[in-house]
T-cell receptor, first 107, second 113 residues
């Protein structure tokens, strides 16, 4: 199978700080998505980003498929950004989730 | 509308019970998925349906039985579960199986007593 590792595993930020989350994967993939899982378990789509860079408000993501990694940038973090962030890769038509980054933003 | 609806949100069942989880989408997606997520772990794939046919079964025990009655509906029938089956069960859908964006429901939190 494919290995999908995220770093850091845990992150605590002061409100207003910026952060970068990383997703490394061990083989070529068809697709990559970033999700935010809220405390109730809902997986919220952040980015569908097989390659290149996308921005949505305070969040942006970059995937360098040839080097097998993706980055999620969160700027001016807010307490509502707290939760677990997962990347998921499409490998042979199956989604494999990364190990996750648990983010806590404190006021 | 990018909504995948799962019912119920919470379920408590005994080890001898039979229950079903339901998932519905009206986005015209032809691939639907069941995932299982234990606490503090990433979701793990259980089943994939593509065009209403089971295409992937990740060696899931037979006490979990999926069903796709039509292109909008996905069920997961549960029978004789064990306490270790307690988890968050997530349903997802995508336009096709592979290479496209997937959307997830809010999950069913299952407790087996």
């Amino acid at each position: 199978g494919i290995q999908v590792e995220q770093s850091p595993p845990d992150l605590i930020l002061q409100e207003g700080a910026n952060s970068t989350l990383r997703c490394n994967f061990s083989d070529s993939v068809n697709n990559l998505q970033w999700f935010h899982q809220n405390p109730w378990g809902q997986l919220i789509n952040l980015f569908y980003i097989p390659s290149g860079t996308k921005q949505n408000g305070r969040l942006s993501a970059t995937t360098v498929a040839t080097e097998r990694y993706s980055l999620l940038y969160i700027s001016s973090s807010q307490t509502t950004d707290s939760g677990v962030y997962f990347c998921a890769v499409d490998y042979f038509n199956q989604f494999y989730f990364g190990t996750g980054t648990s983010l806590t933003v404190i006021p | 509308d990018t909504e995948v609806t799962q019912t119920p949100k919470h379920l408590v069942m005994g080890m001898t019970n039979k229950k079903s989880l339901k998932c519905e989408q009206h986005m015209g997606h032809r691939a639907m998925y069941w995932y299982k997520q234990k606490a503090k772990k990433p979701p793990e794939l259980m089943f994939v349906y593509s065009y209403e046919k089971l295409s992937i079964n990740e060696s899931v025990p037979s006490r979990f039985s999926p069903e796709c009655p039509n292109s909008s509906l996905l069920n997961l029938h549960l029978h004789a579960l064990q306490p270790e089956d307690s988890a968050l069960y997530l349903c997802a859908s995508s336009q096709a199986a592979g290479g496209v964006e997937a959307f997830f429901g809010q999950g069913t939190r299952l407790t087996v007593v």
